[in-house]
């Protein structure tokens, strides 16, 4: 990936504004910067859910993908975690994430919130807030309202400190205040529409010296710019004319909850959203998000959102480019680049072209001409003639003639190509390894917390300060119940608001049960041992995140709300009335056990074969760092639920709960328009089986591994694994856009060439095996290319000759490389699968 020598003119000049500081304004067309129009690609990065060691990696690779901005939420309850006490380190370091941003030469978008939603426990504000007396949240409330005051201010202030605004000569060209509160605003009547006005005035009244931003705000005030939050933004429009059309969200994958399907969006559908967008006027454009990342720890909202953040976005989880989906959109971004000055200084003319397709054609009275044409019928290819010259166009595509003449680009023809990506395991694994192991009780620790009649909300009992709650009575069994002497099993009927649940009896368990993530209520019915006296009943309760967003969403509860046992020779009993008693958290999270030093004062059971398929336990062994350079997961799928740890640091929620078998695609069509649900794979799978452990939280050697496991799992069988780029594929045919787009930008014009196939393998390896070459009309996907009845019988030895043993190859579509006059009336394409070693 080169940087050309333009782009690092354009990055030069940049950074010699951004020291002498300079000017952000607006007009209906655009921003306006240093009385500059300005085309803005932008990409969502979240400084907490990488680490600090990936930032540069992450901020380099979205700029090689043409992205000018770099876009993130603030994390209030990150920075806040408790009144008045702030925590700018670590992944928390906010203005160490700017300056990296800073010194890559592009401009940030700071979305201060300070209410977030973004997937993230609590929306990002903190728990704390609930319980401080009469708040309510995101409303006309004075408590409130003076702490999301107080925060925002605060962060205003360490960006003026750290001169990082843009009049300062920083980075930053636009804030948000609020986020997406349109969508409830109503449910908070008359108090929801003074505290909407009242955010942007008191945004506005810190005087950053740049725009603000409300995203889907639908009565915005004329003080700040609306914008647009949504898979599709082209038809959006601001409440005011004099306002520039924002998009803040594209939203090109989505997000995961555990026991659900993966959902996918293609790269073509991506395309073509953005195309459409500026095609009808946008000017600033946000992938949200182009680096997902990962919940570490307990960060994760929803609730059962998972630890993984992906978001099948252009940069994965890992920090890898995904391809094609950046390449794709790098390319698109290029193209829309050299439309740039014209297209945001004149006026549009609309060219209907059919029923379904139509042009916007951009000119200017020196002779310039850029025209987008699309093509939305979901359905069926067309052919369109626009000045005399006929354009293919797929299904729901856009071509874009930077000049009028020439397709520089079609959101529907992906010749870019597909990385073939594996989960490596090593092989030794953690077998071989010296194992610790504590083995907690069920029930009560220590000392009880308190006694009640009833149950309490697991939320309001924990405050979040861990997952866990425990729930213990006993019961007195009679032995001339019919159960015990029939052998039959009484059975134990559990109602809760959510999230979780594991029920031991007398220290053994029984059963679990969880909601997932569109209904975290569940029940619980499982038959039960019981014995003739005196019984035990623990139940642990867990929340898997917290509610995130929805109106009055501080107030959703959690926990069991009901348990009877059914079949005692007097009928059910209910226990819902019984005296409970509680504590909050697990032991081993009292004793500080996931603490990656000074553990030898707690007192572990040493042993070679640690026990498997046991509830309640903690493992602990010392890992050495996996070998190489690429990126770790933790292969959980041999376990079942709990936390991990490395070093201290917080791995997060592990739970390889299996989605389910049906409601998936064979191959995802990317005509149409796209809903979450559309494209789902993984049917049957575990929802998430690896979690990201960054490398820079390994040292050379003694890793201190911590693993609590709830219900049981084989820690033998856990492994790292390294996340590998083990081969590429492509398809592409003749007569896709050959134009070398970097060559045009830089000037020299529009400099046609033949469509090429680029193959390309990780550094220090190369192409050692064609798997799979077909010109002539081949079909299928990446890992399930077929020849169709037209086909070169040499494209194998072709692609060979060319890319064997080679680290990158550029193969030509051309009858003078493959057979001449084959197959004449087919339009020939190119598919091949190569391997990387």
Known sequence: MKV????????????????????????????????????????????PRSVPAMWPGLVQTAKEGGVDVIETYVFWNGHEPSPGNYYFGGRYDLVKFAKIVEDAGMYLILRIGPFVAAEWYFGGVPVWLHYVPDTVFRTDNEPFKYHMQKFTTLIVNLMKQEKLFAPQGGPIILAQIENEYGYYE?????????????????????????????????????????????????????????????????????????????PHRPAEDIAFSVARFFQKGGSVQNYYMYHGGTNFGRTSGGPFITTSYD?????????????????????????????????????????????????????????????????????????VVFRNVSYHLPAWSVSILPDCKTEVFNTAKVASQTSVVEMTSETKGLKGLKWEVFVEKAGIWGEADFFKSGFVDHINTTRFTTDYLWYTTSIFVDENEDFLKKGSLPVLQIESKGHALHA?????????????GTHPPFSLKSPISLKAGKNEIALLSMTVGLQNAGSFY???????????????????IDLSAHNWTYKIGV?????????????????????????KEQPLTWYKAIVDAPPGDEPIGLDMIHMGKGLAWLNGEEIGRYWPRKSPTHGC????????????????????????????VPRSWFKPSGNVLVIFEEKGGNPLKMEF?????????????????????????????????????????????????????????PTGSCGSYTKGDCHDPNSTSVVEKICLHQNNCAIELTEEKFSKGLCSSVTKKLAVEVVCN
């Not at 004099?242 to 939203?251: A, D, L, Q, V, Y």
């Not at 069991?560 to 009928?571: A, H, L, Q």
Request: hydrophobic share 35%; charged share 20%.
């Open 665 to 692: 695609v064979q191959e995802c069509n990317y005509r149409g328009k796209f809903d979450p649900d559309k494209c789902n794979t993984g049917c049957g799978e575990p929802t998430q089986r690896w979690y990201h």
């Open 4 to 47: 050309s020598r333009l782009a690092w003119l354009l990055s030069l000049l940049l950074c010699f504004t951004l020291c002498l500081g300079y000017n952000v304004s607006y007009d209906r067309r655009s921003l306006i910067i240093n009385g500059q129009r300005k085309l803005l690609i932008s990409a969502a990065i979240h400084y």
């Open 311 to 383: 978001y099948e976005a252009p940069i994965d989880e890992y920090g890898l480019p995904r391809l094609p989906k950046w390449a794709h959109l790098k390319q698109l971004h290029l193209a829309i680049k050299l439309c740039e000055h014209i297209l945001l200084n004149s006026e549009p003319t609309l060219v209907p072209l059919g029923p379904s397709e139509e042009a916007d054609v951009f000119t200017n009275s020196s002779g310039a001409c850029a025209a987008f044409i699309s093509n939305m019928d979901d359905k069926n290819d067309k052919t």
């Open 554 to 572: 501080e107030w959703v509860g959690a926990g069991v709300t009901s348990v009877k046992i059914k079949g005692f020779n007097n009928g059910t």
């Open 587 to 611: 032991q081993g999270e009292h004793l500080g056990l996931y603490k990656g030093d000074g553990l030898s004062n707690i007192t572990w059971i040493s042993t070679a074969e640690p026990p």
């Open 721 to 777: 694994s390294r996340r590998k780029i083990s081969g590429a594929c492509a398809l592409a045919a003749v007569d896709y856009p050959s134009v070398d787009l970097e060559s045009w930008r830089e000037g020299n014009g529009s400099n046609k060439s033949i469509s090429t196939i680029n193959l390309k393998c990780p550094e220090n390896t190369h192409i050692s095996t064609v798997k799979f070459a077909s010109f002539g009309n």
């Open 504 to 516: 031991f009896v007398n220290d053994k368990l029984q059963d679990s049960a969880s909601g997932n």
């Open 186 to 262: 109503k449910d908070y009547g008359e108090g929801g529409k003074k505290y909407a006005q009242w955010s942007a005035s008191m945004a506005v009244a810190q005087n950053i010296g740049v725009p603000w931003i409300m995203c889907q705000q639908f009565d915005a005030p004329e003080s700040v710019i609306n914008t647009c939050n949504s898979f599709y933004c082209d038809q959006f429009t601001p409440i005011f004319p004099n306002k520039p059309k924002i998009w803040t969200e594209n939203w090109p994958g989505w997000f995961k909850t555990f026991g659900a399907r993966n």
